[in-house]
């Protein structure tokens, strides 16, 4: 007989953790209640300054409602793999209240998948004609990619010093994607104050190559932070289509790009003028070779089929939905469906892997798929050599270890499963197998396409059954966090140790 007993977690310190976060969210806030005012939205305006009194006040009372010294000993790995999964839940909760209060969504679970969708980048929406939207709903839909696009959690060690110990690496690795967490700095809030530097200085410089073009500076900041983040949230129904125009197209192409690459490295290309990685990186050439390949196998594709009325339009449809879907943003300029299934299944690939690890783009990351591909090539090689001793290399020819290949193999074999059991739930529901497949890939992409009958097209998300956006939105989650720090908190392990 064994005796088992919980683990001792200090939920105190989860609390008033959590409440910082709070905090921080109800200054976001003020930013759409602003773009309201301006707009002359007061009553859209009211409901953002509601939220923002609601969130305040539960964010104070979380933080300074339990008497308790916070440092390194009461937060620990539990602690900190708990915060980071609640959080998403707790912000999400929070965020939708906008909607509820001004009346756009009437629904709790259309205002929580629209907020988690937003917040985890994944792009997939329940609303079908955004032009009728408030301004301000529209700016705080591209606000919660952006916040969420370089990480809540990330931002929060940023700005908050109390943070840089144990506890604090413990977040940063839990959050941040990736087979490794290397660091730009010693110093865990330096490394977040750096980042998320980067990603608001491309921010600001796409803001300014938009304003170029045909959009406006209210289209163009909410798609600055739609590409960055590599969100997909649009400010038309009927998305980039609305102005046709090759310059934006362009511009979009390009910080996609850039955001589908791992952050630190575009610190050491530009910040550090080491641009010898560009060419010197097996991860960089991997996903630059992607999008070449692909985007020229995609435009052949229109072409024999016919479909090329305009050559140089489709070259560049095929680069930009190429683009679009591995950096997971869900931008997309051309209807795919009319020209056959072999384009999807190349898209699904995309989807499927995704930009790097370490970059605001979802999916299981082109690292993951670089060291299986070395690690396949290995095995087969140890078939005919069965006495050969052969390593995993990556950039440098440095060799990767072992366990990091096996946990690599064990992501890859889990995300397959998560997306599997979420198709088997849809199809429960009435949903066909192959849109079922498709949208559960697109969820744990966090890429927001949706396809077939129900979720393609302007109906989008608003036809499935509730019970199927709830799951989706936790799927959008579990791909946010890269799937073991939300399953850890599942474990028997976890909560009891014997």
């Known amino acids: 007989m064994f005796s088992y007993i919980l683990q001792r977690i200090n939920y105190t310190t989860i609390v008033r953790v959590l409440g910082w976060f709070l905090l921080i969210e109800s200054l976001f806030l003020i930013f759409p209640a602003a773009v309201s005012l301006f707009f002359g939205e007061y009553s859209v305006m009211w409901a953002f300054v509601n939220t923002f009194i609601i969130t305040l006040t539960a964010g104070c009372v979380m933080s300074y409602g339990f008497p308790n010294r916070f440092n390194d000993e009461s937060?620990?790995?539990?602690?900190?793999?708990?915060i980071t999964s609640t959080v998403w839940i707790v912000f999400s909760a929070f965020g939708m209240l906008p909607f509820l209060f001004?009346?756009?969504?009437?629904?709790?679970?259309?205002?929580?998948?629209?907020?988690?969708s937003g917040f985890t980048t994944t792009g997939a929406s329940v609303l079908c004609d955004v032009e009728s939207l408030p301004r301000g709903i529209v700016f705080w839909r591209s606000m919660c990619q952006w916040i969420g696009g370089m990480g809540i959690i990330l931002f929060t060690l940023a700005v908050l010093p109390m943070l840089n110990f144990k506890g604090g690496v413990t977040l940063f690795t839990s959050e941040v994607t990736g087979i490794s967490h290397e660091r730009i700095t010693p110093r865990v809030s330096q490394t977040a104050k750096l980042l998320w530097g980067i990603y608001f200085t491309l921010t600001i410089v796409c803001f300014a190559a938009l304003m170029l073009g045909p959009m406006d500076w209210f289209d163009s900041i909410c798609h600055?932070?739609?590409?960055?983040?590599t969100g997909g949230f649009s400010t038309k129904s009927a998305g980039l289509d609305y102005w046709h125009d090759y310059y934006s197209y362009i511009v979009i192409i390009v910080f996609m790009a850039i955001c589908g690459i791992n952050f630190s490295l575009i610190y050491l290309i530009f910040a550090k003028r080491n641009f010898s990685l560009m060419y010197k990186n097996v991860i960089i050439r991997c996903y630059l070779a992607f999008i070449v390949v692909f985007s020229l196998v995609i435009f052949?594709?229109?072409?024999?089929?016919?479909?090329?009325?305009?050559?140089?339009?489709?070259?560049?449809?095929?680069?930009?939905?190429?683009?679009?879907?591995i950096t997971s943003t869900g931008f997309s300029t051309y209807n795919y469906e009319r020209s056959g299934q072999f384009i999807f299944f190349l898209l699904l690939f995309l989807m499927f892997f995704g930009g790097m690890a370490g970059s605001t783009s979802g999916g299981a990351k082109v690292d993951r798929f670089v060291v299986t591909f070395k690690n396949l090539r290995n095995e087969i090689y140890r078939v005919i050599n069965p006495n050969s001793v052969r390593t995993v290399r990556l950039t440098n020819n440095r060799s990767v270890p072992r366990e990091v290949v096996d946990k690599v193999l064990a992501f890859l074999a889990i995300y397959v499963f998560v997306i599997i059991t979420v198709a088997i739930l849809l199809t429960a529901f009435n949903m066909p197998a192959f849109d079922a497949m498709f949208n559960s890939l697109s969820a744990i992409s966090n890429i927001g396409f949706g396809y077939g009958e129900i979720t393609a097209g302007a109906s989008k998300f608003s036809n499935i059954p509730s019970v199927c956006k709830w799951v989706l939105a936790l799927e959008m989650m579990v791909g946010r966090l890269e799937i073991f720090t939300v399953l850890a908190i599942f474990t028997r392990g976890f909560w009891i140790k014997r």
């Open 300 to 325: 052949l594709r229109l072409w024999t089929m016919g479909f090329c009325d305009n050559i140089p339009e489709s070259l560049l449809d095929s680069v930009f939905d190429t683009v679009s879907a």
């Open 102 to 116: 001004s009346g756009v969504l009437t629904s709790v679970t259309d205002a929580f998948f629209e907020t988690m």
């Open 224 to 229: 600055a932070m739609s590409t960055v983040s």
């Open 75 to 82: 937060m620990r790995k539990r602690e900190a793999i708990l």
